[in-house]
T-cell receptor, first 111, second 115 residues
Framework: KQEVTQIPAALSVPEGENLVLNCSFTDSAIYNLQWFRQDPGKGLTSLLLIQSSQREQTSGRLNASLDKSSGRSTLYIAASQPGDSATYLCAVRRNDYKLSFGAGTTVTVRA | DGGITQSPKYLFRKEGQNVTLSCEQNLNHDAMYWYRQDPGQGLRLIYYSQIVNDFQKGDIAEGYSVSREKKESFPLTVTSAQKNPTAFYLC??????????????FGPGTRLTVL
């Protein structure tokens, strides 16, 4: 069974600091990995999707890396802003095509 | 304006009642999904459907039922057999898995509370 872990569960940083969010998974036989953002009481918004054959994906201030062999992905957010405050979830698509989610890291960026 | 809509936003249920949560999408996606989110836990898959008139159980299907009579609609019924239904329910859709672009798009969610 695929287990997805995100540590820490919560993170508070001053505005302008770079954010580093970690995601680990137990089974390296994955199809792809996706990072989502969730605002309180809202649905999920897809940020980045990395296929299993890729090492990283970038979108604006966001960069996500994938190391399948070690079962890890990292989401970097450069020059954080108060608007980046949200919960960030990673999800791994298994080879049976279902998604396994981590519990998320709740980020607070202080102005 | 394409997207996924869920209704109602808030739903209150008495013990022993069945309730149905609505999910509609106009993204022309074949695949649709229902997830449950509890505090401090990741999303868990309840049911999914890859095509009209077909659906499969996810990891926590007991106490739930679905139908997929139209491509755009995938309603979820929470039955009285579900022992702990209070949660945030999220619907999602995507292109068929394996087609390359299989990013899941999520609706705004329905918060169900049992009184």
């Amino acid at each position: 069974k695929q287990e997805v872990t995100q540590i820490p569960a919560a993170l508070s940083v001053p505005e302008g600091e770079n954010l580093v969010l970690n995601c680990s998974f137990t089974d390296s036989a994955i199809y792809n990995l996706q990072w989502f953002r969730q605002d309180p009481g809202k649905g999920l918004t897809s940020l980045l999707l990395i296929q299993s054959s890729q090492r990283e994906q970038t979108s604006g201030r966001l960069n996500a890396s994938l190391d399948k062999s070690s079962g890890r992905s990292t989401l970097y957010i450069a020059a954080s802003q108060p608007g980046d405050s949200a919960t960030y979830l990673c999800a791994v698509r298994r080879n049976d095509y279902k998604l396994s989610f981590g519990a998320g890291t709740t980020v607070t960026v202080r102005a | 304006d394409g997207g996924i809509t869920q209704s109602p936003k808030y739903l209150f249920r008495k013990e022993g009642q069945n309730v149905t949560l609505s999910c509609e999408q106009n993204l022309n996606h074949d695949a649709m999904y229902w997830y449950r989110q509890d505090p401090g836990q990741g999303l868990r898959l309840i049911y999914y459907s890859q095509i009209v008139n077909d659906f499969q159980k996810g990891d926590i299907a007991e106490g739930y039922s679905v139908s997929r009579e139209k491509k755009e609609s995938f309603p979820l019924t929470v039955t009285s057999a579900q022992k702990n239904p209070t949660a945030f329910y999220l619907c999602a859709s995507s292109h068929p898995v394996g087609g390359g672009e299989d990013t899941q798009y999520f609706g705004p969610g329905t918060r169900l509370t049992v009184l």
